[in-house]
């Protein structure tokens, strides 16, 4: 994990969230549909504001929480939405390696949303690929 609670690129085979990726608005604003969509499945609901100073710390404020009463009280819970959520086996090595306990929500949290973001990503850029299918192989991931 970088100091962002990142996965390291050269530890994973998927597409690589960049910094600017987490304040592009639209792509955060799919990113949020996603995760809404994503945890609904599990019955929490999720209410966002406006009054958070980046895109990326509205989503993890608002995450945390749920994420930590996972923790806290449905283990099982949380599996299953890191399944759904198709987090990777080896990010989730990583945290459960790495995390203190004390940061483990935020963790968690930080991969859920990168994950979130990367399913955006590739999923815009085999849409582009199907309008534009003579475009430039990898470009915009």
Same mark, same amino acid.
């Not at 949303?113 to 955006?120: A, D």
């Given at each position: $994990? ?9 530890? /994973? ?15 955060? %604003? ?23 100073? /980046? ?19 449905? $283990? ?9 959520? *198709?987090?990777? *086996? ?19 949290? *930080? ?29 915009? %991931?």
């Amino acid at each position: $994990m970088n100091e962002k609670g990142m996965i390291p690129p050269e530890k /994973s085979f998927l597409p690589v969230v960049q910094e600017v990726h987490f304040q592009d608005q639209a792509l955060i %604003l799919e990113t949020t549909e996603q995760i809404k969509k994503d945890f609904a499945l599990f019955e929490i609901q999720l209410c966002f504001t406006e009054e958070q100073a /980046s895109p990326y710390d509205a989503l993890s404020e608002v995450l945390v929480p749920h994420i930590q009463a996972l923790i806290d009280s449905n $283990m099982g819970g949380l599996y299953a939405l890191l399944y759904q959520i *198709d987090i990777p *086996d080896h990010w989730w090595k990583m945290i459960r390696e790495n995390a203190k306990e004390s940061t483990l929500a935020n963790t968690i949290t *930080d991969a859920v949303i990168q994950r979130e973001l990367l399913k955006v990503i590739t999923r815009n850029h085999f849409r582009q690929q199907r309008i534009n299918p003579g475009g430039s192989g990898t470009a915009g %991931l």
